[in-house]
């Protein structure tokens, strides 16, 4: 085995942190170009957070604190939202850059050494969370936070170190808490994972590697509350067990067989399968085995995350490329094990590179945006003023209605499906509207419209919005939602605070909309008669 240099190596990541990193914060702001309410939805909490608030605690939502923490730290010492996103992630990136290096010197060589150190900085300081479309955003960067986290403790757990570099406490504190973020930051990948770590200690006799895991991992856990309070645990499973009720959130991609089995997928669970096959031929048992562990997570991550991207091919690849074994094995179809092994190794970074790509050139592509046509997604807030969006994205207000209820002679053509069954609140019938595009344009409106007759809210006003989103708090400088939910899954979260609820006739989902008045409905709340507007119904709550 050639050993990598620990200090070329350390040289190597830092080089790759300031190249990237530099590359976002040089361009003196972040300009997107998709995903626009993700953005927003990041803004809401980081200011949420800023301002005091925790979350779980003081409003709803099932991505963990660490998700959010370097970037509240950066926004803390002055920077705008856009640059303080940035900084975050080099702040991330610092502080896995260890962690990285130690799998790096420890488990791996060659070229698969500086290939995995270059993709999983990448990872976290990417400007896109991966797929295949050129864009830039914000949405899910937290998922290529976990990957990189996944990375470092399955590769720790399941490759031995090689010997003269042994430091198993080391190895069981880095993978516990690489651990302990995936819970408090997505916990779909410690559910997914942790086992299977467990398991890669124990099969290769690791006790002090997983007894110093566990510990890490419960200290985490004990400093979480020492610093956060003993309900900040319990809330957080409150807020997870908020998406397992979602009708709509709960799986946000394509449905499981098709993760597993469509077009853009079959070949890479293939690859999966004949994977655990060939290394259990080729007398690799135990990490026949592990990968098998490993499948189930790899899956469920990929299912449950939106654009069921199949990152674990990159890792898949690693793994099997660290296995080769001598020429004169023979495997499945009677092919040669090494060649074999190597195909799997190669067909897997195929089908993966399309969004290591993306990733990897993303802060380059960011760096030589013309930015010409883009505006500040809230300019009405000095501290937001560096988060640019793309103005003919975000300027037009674009929705998508049934012309049959415009159009009478359309109707006997019309073949109907549930699906588009009209939304009705309280009896009323709402108009068959989905908004396609300009959500802060029209929550821009709303939030002006809010502080006129008939309305007249004053500055101190909470509101519950039937929606899966809105900015209407932050556009129109009032309090946020106690207890409220950023981001929309189920129930009612904060209706208790809340001075009135607006429904928009023309919503962002159909289907969230639907699910959240069902809701209020069966809260049995006082409402007053609706203030009306054409793009909204406003309900004053009556408190007793």
């Not at 999983?120 to 300081?125: E, F, G, K, Q």
């Not at 103005?391 to 037009?396: E, I, K, L, N």
Request: net charge neutral; charged share 15%; hydrophobic share 50%.
């Amino acid at each position: 085995m050639n050993k990598i240099s620990l200090g070329r190596y350390a040289g190597f990541l830092l080089v790759l942190i300031l190249l990237f990193g530099g590359l976002g914060l040089a361009r003196g702001g972040l300009y997107i170009d998709r995903h626009e309410g993700d953005a927003a939805h990041m803004v809401e909490i980081i200011l949420r957070m800023v301002q005091g608030q925790l979350p779980h605690l003081d409003f709803s939502t099932p991505i963990g604190i660490f998700a959010f923490l370097p970037i509240v730290a950066m926004s803390k010492l002055g920077l705008g939202i856009g640059e303080a996103f940035i900084a975050g992630q080099i702040l991330v990136a610092l502080c896995f850059a260890l962690p990285i290096w130690r799998v790096g010197t420890s488990r791996l060589t060659g070229l698969g050494a500086w290939a995995y150190g270059a993709v999983s900085v990448a990872m976290i300081l990417a400007l896109v969370h991966g797929e295949a479309i050129t864009a830039i955003s914000v949405s899910m960067y937290y998922n290529r936070w976990a990957w990189a986290a996944a990375y470092v403790a399955i590769l720790l757990a399941v490759l031995p170190p090689v010997p003269e570099r042994a430091a198993p406490r080391l190895d069981g504190i880095i993978a516990g808490v690489m651990l302990a973020l995936l819970a408090l930051s997505k916990p779909t990948y410690f559910v997914g994972f942790v086992l299977p770590v467990a398991f890669g200690f124990a099969t290769r006799g690791a006790w002090r590697s997983l007894s110093a895991g566990v510990l890490a991992g419960l200290l985490v856990a004990l400093a979480m509350i020492g610093i956060y309070g003993i309900d900040f645990l319990p809330a957080y499973v409150g807020d997870l067990l908020s998406v397992t009720r979602s009708e709509t959130r709960a799986a946000p991609g394509l449905p499981l067989l098709k993760v597993l089995n469509a077009p853009r997928f079959l070949v890479a669970t293939l690859t999966l399968v004949f994977s655990v096959i060939v290394l259990r031929q080729a007398r690799a048992e135990r990490l026949g085995l592990l990968l098998f562990l490993l499948a189930p997570g790899f899956v469920y991550v990929t299912y449950q995350n939106f654009g069921n991207d199949p990152k674990w091919l990159f890792l898949l690849c690693v793994l099997l490329m660290t296995q080769r074994p001598d020429r004169g094995a023979r495997v499945l179809f009677n092919a040669d094990a090494r060649n074999a092994i190597a195909a799997l190794a190669l067909v897997a970074f195929a089908l993966i590179v399309p969004s290591l790509q993306n990733i990897v050139t993303s802060p380059f592509r960011h760096m030589a945006l013309e930015t010409e046509d883009y505006v500040p997604q809230f300019a009405e807030v000095p501290e937001l003023g560096d988060l640019f969006v793309m103005s003919q994205r975000s300027g037009m207000v674009l929705g998508r209605t049934a012309l049959a209820d415009r159009y009478e002679g359309l109707k006997p053509y019309v073949i109907e499906d549930e699906r588009f069954e009209p939304v009705t609140f309280l009896g009323e019938t709402l108009p068959r509207c989905s908004l396609q595009a300009g959500d802060l344009a029209l929550h821009r409106y709303m939030a002006d419209r809010l502080k006129e007759p008939p309305f007249n809210f004053p500055p101190e006003s909470q509101f519950f919005m039937a929606d899966i989103a809105s900015a209407v708090w932050i556009l129109g400088g009032f309090e946020p939602l106690e207890g409220g939910a950023p981001w929309y899954y189920s129930g009612t979260p904060g209706i208790e605070h809340a001075d009135a609820i607006i429904v928009p006739t023309c919503p962002l989902d159909t289907e969230i909309e639907r699910n959240a008045l069902a809701a209020l409905e069966m809260a049995g709340l006082k409402l007053r008669p609706p203030l009306r507007d054409p793009m909204m119904l406003v309900y004053p709550i009556i408190r007793e």
